[in-house]
């Protein structure tokens, strides 16, 4: 059974750092497209990255520059390192897995951007 379990969310003041993590199993991860997106209060899901199988990447105009997406395919692993945090950050952050018709979402991790 495919689980996707996020972890590394938190409290940071602006102009900090995260670095979060998706932890993939019961999939053969290489072959997976995978991706982040967030959902603040009040507002729909957004794409924030995505990574091909490939090493492909994409990115939402609002964290380009700031964020990088990464996966690790010896750990299946991916990674969403977030630099320059501002307040509009502040989301649930879900990872998500595609493969055809196939998607999976994890659990979702908050991070939240204060002073």
């Known amino acids: 059974q495919v689980q996707l379990v996020e972890s590394g969310g938190g409290l940071v003041h602006p102009g900090g750092s995260l670095r979060l993590s998706c932890a993939a199993s019961g999939m053969s991860f290489t072959i997976y497209a995978m991706g982040w997106y967030r959902q603040a209060p009040g507002q729909q899901r957004e794409l924030v990255a995505t990574?091909?199988?490939?090493?492909?990447?994409n990115y939402a105009d609002s964290v380009k520059g700031r964020f990088t997406i990464s996966r690790d395919n010896v750990k299946n692993t991916m990674y969403l390192q977030m630099n320059s945090l501002k307040p509009e950050d502040t989301a649930v952050y879900y990872c998500n897995c595609k493969l055809a018709g196939f998607t999976r979402w994890g659990q979702g991790t908050q991070v939240t951007v204060s002073s």
């Open positions: 990574i091909s199988s490939g090493g492909s990447t």
